[in-house]
T-cell receptor
Framework: GENVEQHPSTLSVQEGDSAVIKCTYS??????FPWYKQELGKRPQLIID?????GEKKDQRIAVTLNKTAKHFSLHITETQPEDSAVYFC???????????FGKGTTLSVSS | DVKVTQSSRYLVKRTGEKVFLECVQD?????MFWYRQDPGLGLRLIYF???????EKGDIPEGYSVSREKKERFSLILESASTNQTSMYLC?????????????FGPGTRLTVL
C-alpha cells in the first residue's frame, strides 16, 4: 500500500520568512496530493491540493509543487505569520474516492 | 457547509469494555473514514467505507470493527478496549470529484482507556 514520508517533523521560522515542508510517496499510481492544517485543539482542514496532471498550484501565500518522477511534493508558505503556526499534514491517494494516507505531520512554529 | 459530528468529545472507559464511537455527516457523502491520531505518528487509517454496508480495512484495523447501516452514519467499535487504544479518534467524510477531493473531519473523540 501507499506510504507517505514527511519532513521535517518540526520547523521553526521567524515571522516573514518562508517555510518548506516536503513529502515523498511510494505508490507511483497516486494522483491526488492534499495538504491539511491542524491548529491546536481543532480538526484538520484542507488548505491546498494538487493532482498529478499539474506541477504547481498557488493560493495567495501558499503553494504546492509536485515532482511525479521523483515521487515527492512540497508545501511552500511565504511571508509566514504567527497564525500559520500549526501542524501540517501531507497526504496521498491513488484515485478519486480511495482513502487518504497521511504523513506524520510537521509542527510549524512562527515566532514574531 | 459540510458538517461532520462525533458523538463524544471525551470518553473514559475501562479495559475490556465494548466502546462505540459514532460519526454522522450531513452532506450525503459516500465515503467515510476513521483515523486515530497519536503524537509523532500522524493520522493512521483504521477503516473506511465506500458505501452503505461496505467496509475496507485500513493500516491498523486490529482490535476495531465498523458498521455502516445508513449512509450518513459510520460507527467505530472497540470490541474489548485496551490501554493501547487510548488516543484521539477522528472521523472524516469525502465526496470524490474531478477537481478536488476535499475530506472533511469531525472534531475528534479523545478516548482514554483505564
Amino acid at each position: 500500500g501507499e506510504n507517505v514520508e514527511q519532513h521535517p517533523s518540526t520547523l521553526s521560522v521567524q515571522e516573514g520568512d518562508s517555510a518548506v515542508i516536503k513529502c515523498t510517496y511510494s505508490d507511483s499510481a497516486s494522483n491526488y496530493f492534499p495538504w491539511y492544517k491542524q491548529e491546536l485543539g481543532k480538526r484538520p482542514q484542507l488548505i491546498i491540493d494538487i493532482r498529478s496532471n499539474v506541477g504547481e498550484k498557488k493560493d495567495q501565500r501558499i503553494a504546492v509543487t509536485l515532482n511525479k518522477t521523483a515521487k515527492h511534493f512540497s508545501l511552500h508558505i511565504t511571508e509566514t505569520q504567527p497564525e500559520d503556526s500549526a501542524v501540517y499534514f501531507c497526504a496521498a491517494a491513488y484515485q478519486a474516492g480511495t482513502a487518504l494516507i497521511f504523513g506524520k505531520g510537521t509542527t510549524l512554529s512562527v515566532s514574531s | 457547509d459540510v458538517k461532520v459530528t462525533q458523538s463524544s468529545r471525551y470518553l473514559v472507559k475501562r479495559t475490556g469494555e465494548k466502546v462505540f464511537l459514532e460519526c454522522v455527516q450531513d452532506m450525503d457523502h459516500e465515503n467515510m473514514f476513521w483515523y486515530r491520531q497519536d503524537p509523532g505518528l500522524g493520522l493512521r487509517l483504521i477503516y473506511f467505507s465506500y458505501d452503505v454496508k461496505m467496509k475496507e480495512k485500513g493500516d491498523i484495523p486490529e482490535g476495531y470493527s465498523v458498521s455502516r447501516e445508513k449512509k450518513e452514519r459510520f460507527s467505530l467499535i472497540l470490541e474489548s478496549a485496551s490501554t493501547n487504544q487510548t488516543s484521539m479518534y477522528l472521523c472524516a467524510s469525502r465526496e470524490p470529484g474531478l477537481v478536488t477531493d476535499t475530506q472533511y473531519f469531525g472534531p475528534g473523540t479523545r478516548l482514554t482507556v483505564l
